[in-house]
């Protein structure tokens, strides 16, 4: 999240989609009421289904799965055409005046810079131009036909109501009280905000999907506001924590890049990692911090081993080999394969979790060894006896880890909001169950105890820093401290054992150390940062600056700068973030402490930097260069009820996505065919968790939702002859058994008109499995048994919410 929950009671429109808050977030519904009452705040609700949500929002729009960039693309369309853009805060604070260069093109579906032989676009290809002073040229009027401005608004004018109607399935008048509403936010006093979750993700299209909000948000001025932001909504209480810590393979802690073999010295990485340079003279470019960030790092995992001598223990860090992808789908694709022999389950249940699941629990079947970490057995450490497994022929050897349960141990979590929060423990876990601190513990001391001088590589591990597992009580204190950070001199900023103040205060040169320098001030001298609880105070708009603690620095709203006008005043006086007083600023937590861009006289301020301090050119990015193109454009999901693209060209898929090795376990159905004709989107419900496991061992939870359902419309379920109840299968290419399921006819779901033909579309929970309540390997209900591998390019995340089945009666 750029904001906060708290803040979304401070929105003026609240546009829901990608997201059912009111069924999976129902806290945040809170705060959206908060802002309806107060505010007179208007609720949007889009998506495929007639949600929770959609009954309580003041407008529901439909859409087919997998078209929002279209239905976004043609608010873009809306917003340029009737210039209702935040007008000085798009010249002044986005990069839509600066120009690019003259070979930009986008034909057939396809910007320039595109390679057929490598499957990527260079992203050189699209390059701001630059003057004789190297600085990146402007058009501050916004009319050179080169500019950013002039270029967005030339894609989308393609996007009109007609279009956008005939690929979404939205109706034409529905899309204009949407697009009404919502640019209305950008008028200067109020704020729009947008709250998604994985419907908006899990699409060959996902991070484009975002970036095309991130665009409409820019234009309106709804980013650093009071209100506004983009506003993810996570989906377990600390995914936003794990992120920051690097659960995943492309960074390290505080979103430091991974190595890769070609960095093969600190000095290469400091210059490749991050840009320590920028074009252009007002930016901040807070990433030129990154040797600060990485040598304190580096400090923190090797301490006293990590010297300047030995480049701070630099060439011990694992490397990425060159062009190598790790991710989710990657790594599943290599254990299918065979070239992963063990596999460490953590907290996870990805025979059910993931998408094309059947694979995964083949590719589980070629392992030699896998350790399962876990509150409860999963249908992951279980898999060897699931349905369609012969137990006899699999000689995967498989570990249960007994797991502490949250209430069971001490420490943070980070919410959606960026809220670092202590929690205490209730009470202790059962049996030999422990804090997975303590699991990983013991398996480290183990694996450091096998190493001697003559092993292969022995330094990382002989040399890493583990001293915080000496006092049971204080294990989770020490790591938290570690994670902030300690000064290892004395210096003007500190003395040697001191814990290092925040992020400002690390140094490249070895003398401090910290395990994320993100989390530099989260536990330092005033004490545990997170564990405050002062609610409230004397701000109008909710900061509880107070309350817990907040990364960057706890700073409550991300580039808050972007709040004010170029002279310091809030565009919005009754919900100011920060304000310049003439002496500084007041209210959050400023994104950087410089004076305001102008003098009061309306002069510029030269020592003064551009708000989106993040970014290497200051600016919020409107063209944003990711790997499937500068621009969103729609294109249709893998599987699609559409053999062509209806926005008229060859390209039907996005260009750049990833598909894996082909072989029959990766089939896709055939774009537009007849076996499979009706679209489907996984979601979840209420009363189960994830895939269910800590819920579906819940008597009264199970009694709730006691099995696989499949939603579907009632001219669907007339169509077909199924009435509400009846057992069906729900079957798709990857598994034309068939899913079973009881059919839930409702008024729900509505078939849509699709480029003058009618589509339907289905619904499935992907909470069920076969291991619990009661194991029963004939019960075939994981929804991820029907959703494909293919993935965004930029993400590798699975296409799970929209593919292709077909429904009939169980017989």
């Not at 299209?205 to 980013?223: C, E, H, K, P, Y």
């Not at 049971?472 to 401290?481: D, F, N, R, V």
């Not at 004709?677 to 895939?691: A, G």
């Amino acid at each position: 999240m750029t904001n906060h929950w708290i803040d979304i009671g401070n929105s003026d429109v609240i546009l829901i989609m990608g997201s059912n808050a009111a069924e999976n977030h129902p806290i945040s519904m809170r705060w959206v009421n908060k802002a309806r009452a107060d505010n007179g705040a208007k609720m949007i609700s889009v998506d495929p289904r007639f949600t929770r949500t959609s009954a309580v929002a003041d407008m529901y729009a439909p859409l087919r799965s997998g078209t929002d960039i279209a239905f976004l693309g043609g608010m873009i369309n809306y917003i340029l055409q009737n210039d209702f853009i935040q007008d000085t805060y798009v010249k002044e604070y986005t990069n839509a005046s600066f120009l690019v260069n003259g070979k930009f093109s986008f034909d057939s579906g396809m910007f320039n810079g595109y390679d057929d032989t490598t499957g990527k676009y260079d992203k050189t290809a699209w390059a701001f131009q630059k003057g004789e002073d190297d600085v990146i040229l402007k058009d501050k009027d916004l009319e050179d036909p080169q500019c950013v401005y002039q270029l967005l608004k030339t894609h989308y004018s393609r996007y009109d109501l007609a279009t956008v109607s005939s690929i979404t399935g939205t109706p034409e008048a529905k899309l204009q009280e949407v697009y009404e509403t919502y640019a209305a936010s950008g008028a200067v006093g109020k704020a729009g905000t947008i709250m998604y979750a994985m419907g908006w993700t899990q699409h060959t299209v996902g991070a484009q999907n975002i970036r095309t909000m991130s665009i409409i948000q820019l234009l309106l001025g709804n980013i650093g506001v009071a209100g506004g932001g983009v506003n993810a909504l996570r989906g377990e209480s600390n995914v936003q924590g794990s992120t920051d810590h690097c659960l995943l393979f492309h960074i390290l802690p505080g979103y430091l890049k991974t190595p890769v073999d070609t960095w093969t010295d600190l000095t290469t990485y400091n210059e490749s990692a991050r840009p320590i340079t920028t074009d252009e003279p007002r930016s901040a470019n807070w990433w030129q911090h990154t040797p600060k960030y990485m040598v304190s790092f580096l400090k923190s995992m090797y301490g006293a081993a990590a010297t300047s001598e030995n480049e701070f223990a630099y060439h011990w860090l694992p490397k990425l080999d060159s062009g190598a992808n790790y991710a989710w789908q990657p790594l599943f694709d290599a254990m299918y394969n065979g070239s992963i022999k063990g596999f460490f389950a953590w907290g996870q249940n990805p025979a059910c979790s993931s998408g094309n699941a059947d694979k995964v629990r083949q590719a589980m079947a070629k392992l030699d060894w896998m350790v399962c970490t876990n509150i409860y057995s999963t249908e992951t450490s279980e898999f060897w006896r699931g349905p369609g497994m012969d137990p006899a022929s699999i000689n995967t050897e498989v570990y249960e880890l007994p797991a502490a349960a949250s209430i069971e141990k001490e420490g943070s979590i980070t919410n959606s909001g960026r809220w670092g929060q202590w929690r205490y423990k209730a009470i202790d876990p059962p049996g030999d169950a422990k804090p997975d601190a303590e699991i990983l513990d013991e398996l480290f001391t183990a694996v450091k105890a096998l190493y001697g001088e003559g092993d292969v590589f022995p330094d990382p591990i002989l040399n890493l820093k583990w001293d915080y597992f000496d006092d049971p009580a204080k294990i989770t204190h020490e790591l938290a401290k570690e994670i902030n950070g300690y000064h290892l001199v004395d210096s003007e900023n500190g003395n040697a054992g001191d814990l290092v103040t925040n992020f400002t205060k690390l140094a490249d040169d070895g003398t401090t150390a910290s395990g994320n320098w993100l989390y530099c001030q989260s536990y330092n001298e005033d004490g545990n940062n997170m564990a405050r609880r002062t609610a409230g105070g004397t701000d109008p708009i909710g900061l509880n600056l107070g309350w817990a603690w907040c990364w960057p620095i706890n700073r409550r709203i991300i580039y808050n700068r972007a709040s004010v006008d170029p002279k310091g005043v809030p565009w919005d006086a009754t919900h100011p973030v920060i304000a310049w007083t003439g002496e500084g600023w007041e209210g959050d937590v400023p994104d950087g402490g410089w004076a305001p861009m102008q003098n009061a006289d309306g002069t510029d301020n030269p020592d003064s930097m551009l708000p989106f301090i993040m970014r290497r050119f200051g600016m919020g990015q409107i063209l944003g260069a990711m790997a499937d193109g500068p621009f969103p454009e729609h294109y249709e999901p893998a599987e699609s009820p559409l053999a062509t693209n209806p926005m008229g060209y060859a390209q039907r898929l996005n260009p750049a996505v990833y598909v894996p090795p082909a072989e029959e376990m990766n089939a896709l159905a055939t774009p537009g065919g007849s076996d499979y004709p009706i679209v489907c989107s996984t979601y979840r419900v209420t009363e189960h968790w994830q895939t269910g496991v800590m819920t579906r061992w819940v008597p009264w939870l199970n009694e709730l939702q006691p099995e696989m359902f499949v939603e579907m419309s009632e001219e669907l379920a007339t169509e077909k002859g199924i009435a509400n109840g009846d057992r069906v299968l729900v079957k798709g290419i990857r598994q034309p058994a068939g899913v079973k399921a009881v059919a839930v006819v409702t008024k729900r779901f509505k078939p849509f008109t699709i480029e003058g033909d009618t589509v339907h579309q289905v619904g499935l929970p992907w909470c069920y499995g076969w291991v619990a309540p009661s194991p029963d390997a004939t019960r075939i209900t994981s929804a991820n048994l029907l959703t494909p591998n293919v993935g965004d390019p930029n993400t590798r995340i699975p296409e799970s919410k929209a593919f292709m089945v077909d429904v009939v009666k169980e017989a």
